[in-house]
């Protein structure tokens, strides 16, 4: 298998080599170049192998000229040996509401999925080579603890990660700063999520200083990320359909990146039985709108209290462009540039018809999710977070649809204790948190400014 561009300007490349290059040196996004093709007898089977096992079968077709079974099985073992659930990511159902856990890593978030595979993927690949990796990232809240905590102390890794000053949960803040690994580099910049996905892009599309200070990427512009959470979408297939290939499922997906939901419409191009991705927003609603007008236009960012979706330029929509105008590079070239200029793009309208067999969106406010907490908790007991409660609550009316539950409650300490009047008991690995010392620099949002930082830093 081999990797292309989004925007066709690269000669194709391998998994590792994908993997290590982050963003594609056209500016483009990173695909692999067919899907491999899932049966119904292979789903049957698949349908009851523990998570472990079925994430080697899932992501083997895509890696194994790369790496061979044996190191997949053992970067899966490692990966997913700390998640404090034996399932890794359980399935909960609460009479018709069926929840997917995906919080039970190191940094209590689904990102942690990814990531710690991304990680020890990295260290791997760095071992074989010889080389060093300085890893930027952007977080709108959880993909940079994730990160972190995937690469804390590794001796050829150094990572800088951007979170905007202010509009992360409190806690989200301290899973960063307060790792003191000399390899780890946090930086709160003085603007949105969105200005520092910017950067990150700008110092990546900077060739001579991505090639002279080896950056990588941990973002899900990475392919590694988007690979790792496949598993999850065919684990929870798994465990409703009893195997039969004709159980189609529909998943809720909140969603700020596009990320987490690209993830499924893999699944689904591999063969996996969906009925439908309900595409759920809060009121930073760039993809909701798309999916209903066929526009995609961004807008002001507005703070709220799921700040993990609080996006307005989702990185990983360039994908889904790429299928959607039947992976012709020059047409999404075209949009994009469109984008660019005028902060928009419309895709044909025939195009939309496409969308809408697939896809269902909505955008929840913020009285609705904490609304949704609170009916959650009183029918069930059940505590959700407010980007789960988001996924539920665009889930209302469909019997058996599953929801993606990307972080633990306790991590919006505030917002539940808005809707419920209390807060939830933190895991272990969120307790002590703000009292523990946090080291972060504060910056302007200027890619210059970064650039120069990262320099000094790596001089030092």
């Not at 020059?330 to 984008?339: D, H, I, P, S």
């Not at 309208?349 to 697939?358: G, Q």
């Not at 204790?417 to 807060?423: N, P, S, T, V, Y």
Request: with cysteine.
């Amino acid at each position: 298998m081999r990797y292309v561009s989004t925007r066709g300007g690269i000669e194709p490349v391998t998994f590792s080599q994908a993997v290590m290059m982050g963003l594609a040196t056209d500016g483009g996004l990173l695909l692999p170049d067919a899907f491999p093709q899932v049966d119904a007898a292979t789903l049957q089977r698949w349908a009851g192998l523990p998570f472990k096992a079925l994430a080697v079968e899932v992501m083997y077709p895509f890696v194994g000229e790369d790496l061979s079974r044996d190191e997949l099985e053992a970067l899966v073992e490692r990966s997913y040996a700390g998640f404090t659930h034996p399932e890794v990511t359980p399935l909960v159902e609460l009479g018709e509401l069926r929840i997917l856990e995906l919080f039970h890593g190191p940094t209590a978030a689904f990102k942690d999925v990814a990531l710690q595979f991304l990680g020890n993927l990295f260290e791997l690949l760095l071992e074989r080579s010889g080389g060093r990796l300085n890893i930027l990232g952007a977080t709108s809240g959880d993909t940079g603890s994730a990160a972190i905590y995937g690469v804390r102390g590794q001796e050829r890794i150094d990572i800088f990660i951007l979170h905007p000053q202010g509009r992360v949960s409190p806690i989200q803040e301290r899973q960063m700063t307060t790792v003191l690994d000399a390899n780890v580099h946090n930086i709160a910049i003085t603007g949105t999520f969105d200005d520092g996905q910017r950067i990150v892009k700008e110092l990546f599309n900077d060739l001579p200083f991505k090639q002279a200070y080896s950056l990588g990427a941990v973002n899900s512009i990475n392919w590694a990320r988007i690979l790792a959470q496949v598993v999850y979408y065919f684990y929870a297939w798994g465990r409703v359909s009893g195997g039969d290939a004709a159980h189609k499922v529909t998943f809720s997906v909140p969603t700020g990146n596009f990320g987490d939901i690209f993830a499924g419409y893999v699944a689904l191009r591999m063969g996996l039985p969906v009925e439908r991705l309900i595409l759920a927003t809060n009121r930073n609603d760039i993809l909701s709108r798309f999916v209903h007008s066929g526009v995609y236009e961004t807008g002001e960012v507005y703070p709220t209290i799921s700040p993990s979706m609080d996006i307005q330029i989702s990185s990983n929509f360039e994908r889904y462009l790429y299928y959607l105008m039947d992976q012709d590079p020059a047409k999404v070239r075209e949009l994009m540039a469109q984008m660019g200029s005028e902060g928009k793009l419309e895709v044909p309208a025939e195009k939309l018809a496409e969308v809408h067999a697939l896809f269902q969106a909505a955008a929840v406010s913020e009285e609705e999710t904490r609304q949704q907490i609170r009916e959650t908790y009183t029918e069930t007991g059940y505590i959700l977070d407010p980007h789960t409660a988001v996924g539920v609550h665009a889930a209302k009316g469909i019997p058996g649809a599953i929801c993606l539950a990307t972080a633990h409650p306790a991590k919006f300490g505030a917002a539940v204790q808005e809707a419920i009047g209390m807060e939830a008991e933190p895991p272990v690995s969120l307790q002590g948190l703000m009292e523990k010392e946090a080291r972060c620099a504060v910056l302007a949002a200027d890619a210059a400014v970064i650039r120069e930082f990262m320099k000094i830093t790596l001089a030092g």
